[in-house]
């Protein structure tokens, strides 16, 4: 079984910066890419980021592109996403998911199967 853990979560001004941190654990990540999406209040859960755990390739959101930033660490089967210049639009619930394939080009929410409970993110002004 797959458990998928976020942390780094909380309240932060508009312009500072948050880095949220994923622990995987379960069953080979070496073939499957990890992103990361968020839910604000009254809306749609959306895509962010993903990474492609073997090569190391990464996609964005337009909405954060140039802001923040996703790796990730073999040794410790962590995902992290570096958030800076963090605005109030910013504000969610950040979810760490699972992909069920191994590459970028498929990004929605049903693409992918493991799910963390989420951190929040909130920005004041």
């Known amino acids: 079984q797959v458990q998928l853990v976020e942390s780094g979560g909380g309240l932060v001004q508009a312009g500072g910066s948050l880095r949220l941190s994923c622990a995987a654990s379960?069953?080979?990540?070496?073939?499957?890419?990890m992103g990361w999406f968020r839910q604000a209040p009254g809306k749609e859960r959306e895509f962010v980021s993903a990474i492609a755990w073997s090569v190391g390739s990464s996609v964005y959101a337009d909405s954060v592109k140039g802001r923040f930033s996703i790796s990730r660490d073999y040794a410790s089967n962590t995902v992290y996403l570096q958030m800076n210049s963090l605005n109030v639009e910013d504000t969610a619930v950040y979810y760490c998911?699972?992909?069920?394939?191994?590459?970028?080009?498929?990004?929605?929410?049903?693409?992918?199967?493991?799910w963390g409970q989420g951190t929040q993110v909130t920005v004041s002004s």
């Open positions: 998911a699972r992909s069920k394939y191994g590459t970028l080009q498929y990004v929605r929410e049903e693409d992918f199967d493991y």
């Open positions: 379960g069953r080979t990540f070496g073939i499957y890419a």
